[in-house]
Every structure is written in structure tokens, then in C-alpha cells.
């Protein structure tokens, strides 16, 4: 496979021909007597400057494309993800200089659109949980409810011997309705909307800890303020997702919910469990990029540490 020019190699090989052309031309126009030893010694001298020449040039080239190989390095290793890690190398080249402050500009550019894309897909999301959740709870959990009541009312007139049979359907019935009433709270939590987070997420906590018999509690500690609920949001998805990590994979005996407010307005909230861990590479398929990507919208931070058999911390930040 041919390998392509780079800018570089053909400016330096346009120099050479320009220096070995003026060589040539040089000789030509001096009238060098190559048959007598003065004239190849005049030929010599010139070949050796325009050598020189040519080396100094290259030596100052390389020197001056430098730092624009440096910054193409850079732009190639850049997390699109992470526009902020993004830190050219400071040089007194002009256009190296404008070229990675163009290119930083077009780094926020693209961040602030995935960011507003992704927020909007979310919003979209948690809306269509709202609208999911209200349906179950109040369309298909009241046809249960009207099941388990006509069932009820049938077992008083029907044969004793129909009895069993009737009591197992109620109790079925009734156990979808349970499930509903989880599964909606899963998709949207009315105490989020109606109580606030703290109140959702100990709720969360209790539900945890019935469900999975692990020992979980909630901790906060100072105060919380006034949270928009995009935040809200961020934070009760990455305890519920968190926690949910735990229930799957961790094989924990306690969980430790920790929601801290700094005077500041900064938010910590913290998720320790002390499971069996898990190394870096292993740890893909549990949801860490939704997590990460939903504290980035808030202009928070997520950072995960876990080691195998010493448990995982998950930790979200906003600022």
C-alpha cells in the first residue's frame, strides 16, 4: 500500500528541487570548467552550501511543523465526550494557535448540541414514564381492582367446591396489581413529583432493601436547596440504576446511600455497597455510560471505584 504524502514531505520535496535546480543553474551560468581541478573545486564548494542549505532547511522545517504534529496528535486522541480534557500545547505559531482554538470552539459546539439532543431524548423519556405510570396506575390497576372485587362478590354465591379456584385467581390478581404498582413507581415515582428527592429516594431505599433482603439506609447530610428537575432526575436515576447494579451483580450484604449538600450548592451523592467488586474492564454492561452521560447533562461528574472483593463506591457530583 502506497503510503500518502504528508505536508511536510512535499514542501520538503518541492525545496529540493528548487536547491538542486539552482545548483544546476549556478554551474551553467558560472561556465565551471569541470576538466580543470579549480573549476571542480568552485563546483564542489557550491554543491556543499546548497547541501547545507538543504539540511538546514529540513532541520527548520521539521522544527516548524512540530508543533501542528503535536496538535494533530492531540485532536486524534480527544474524547469527543469529554471536550474539556482538550488542552493544546501552547506555541508562537499563529495558525497552530488558531487552528486549536478553532478546533476547542468546535469541540463546545458539538458538546453543546449532544448535550441538548440528549437532553431532550431524556425529558421525551421521563415524560412518556409519566404518562406510562399514570396509565398503569390509574387505568389498568382500577381493572384489577374491579377483577379482584368481582371475584370477591362471585366466591359468596359460587359452589364451595369452586372456592380454591376462586381464591387462587384473587390472589393472582392481586399480585399483578402489586407488580403494576412497582413497576410504575419504577417508571416514574410520584413521590419525586409530589415529596421531593430526599423522600424518593428513601423510598427507594426501603423498596431496595424489602425486595433484595440487603441491608440498605439512607444518609443526608446538610442542605440541599432549591433543584431544578433535570437534577432531581439526574440523581434519582443514578441511586436507582446504582442500586440496581447492587440487586444484579454485586452479591453485597449492605448498601450505604449517602446525599450530601455543600453550603456552596454543590451535591454529592454516594453509593457504597460491599460486594464482590469488579475490575475496570467489567464493568460495561452496567449502565455506567447512561449514568455518566445523565450527570454530564447537569453539568455534574460520575466516577465509579471498585475493586474485586472490596466492594463498589459510585459517586455523583454537581457542582
Known sequence: MRQRDT??????????LLIVASLFAASLVGGFDFGSSEGRNQFLV??????????????V??????PLENLIEEIEGVDPAKPEDFQAERVDVEEVRRLAAAFAVLLERIAGERNRSTSLVMRAQEEERKRLARDLHDQVNQSLTGVVLRLQAISHDADP??????????????QAMEELITLARQLRPTALDDHGLVPAIGGQVRRFSEQTGIEAELLT???LGELTPDRETAIYRVAQEALANVARHSDA???????????NGSIALTIRDDGRGFAARDGGGMGLGGMGER???V?????VESHVGEGTRVTLRIP
Request: charged content about 25%; overall charge positive; cysteine-free.
Open 161 to 174: 367446591k369452586l372456592a380454591g379456584e376462586l381464591l387462587e385467581a384473587k390472589a393472582l390478581a392481586t
Open 61 to 66: 522545517l521539521r522544527r516548524r511543523f512540530k
Open 221 to 223: 447530610r446538610g442542605e
Open 46 to 59: 557550491l554543491a556543499l552550501a546548497v547541501s547545507l542549505t538543504l539540511v538546514v532547511n529540513i532541520v
Open 299 to 303: 453539568g455534574g461528574e460520575l466516577s
Open 253 to 263: 450484604s449492605k448498601v450505604e446511600v449517602a446525599l450530601a449538600g455543600a453550603p
Open 295 to 297: 450527570a454530564r447533562l
Open 7 to 16: 505536508f511536510i514531505r512535499q514542501v520538503l520535496a518541492a525545496n529540493v
